[in-house]
């Protein structure tokens, strides 16, 4: 029904940035929440930031004040700035999408649909 592809990952220094997108189609994607989450290896999958219908935007405090979470309506994509990279944002980092009715946005339960992922690594 819906699917999500991330896109935008990379290897980047310590103190650089990078923009990821998600691009959604099969869904009707002005009423979603978006979300990004994100997985080290042996770590479980955690919450970035999110994005509501309204662009109202949550992020984790780890992120907050470095990322930034956007969404274009007309492209039907969701974006996530990342400023000021630091060793330890190295993750794949996932894109979700949560349809009507909505939960809390912190949560990966919540989320219906799913990326498969990029590849984001900061390393000197």
């Known amino acids: 029904q819906v699917q999500l592809v991330e896109s935008g990952g990379g290897l980047v220094h310590p103190g650089g940035s990078l923009r990821l997108s998600c691009a959604a189609s099969?869904?009707?994607?002005?009423?979603?929440?978006m979300g990004w989450f994100r997985q080290a290896p042996g770590k479980d999958r955690e919450f970035v930031a999110a994005?509501?219908?309204?662009?109202?935007?949550v992020y984790a405090d780890s992120v907050k004040g470095r990322f930034t979470i956007s969404r274009d309506y007309a492209k039907n994509t969701v974006y996530l700035q990342m400023n000021s990279l630091k060793p330890d944002d190295t993750a794949v980092y996932f894109c979700?999408?949560?349809?009507?009715?909505?939960?809390?946005?912190?949560?990966?339960?919540?989320?219906?649909?799913w990326g498969q992922g990029t590849q984001v690594t900061v390393s000197a």
């Open positions: 099969g869904g009707t994607f002005s009423t979603y929440t």
């Open positions: 979700a999408a949560d349809q009507p009715p909505y939960g809390s946005l912190w949560f990966k339960s919540n989320y219906d649909y």
């Open positions: 994005i509501e219908w309204s662009a109202y935007t």
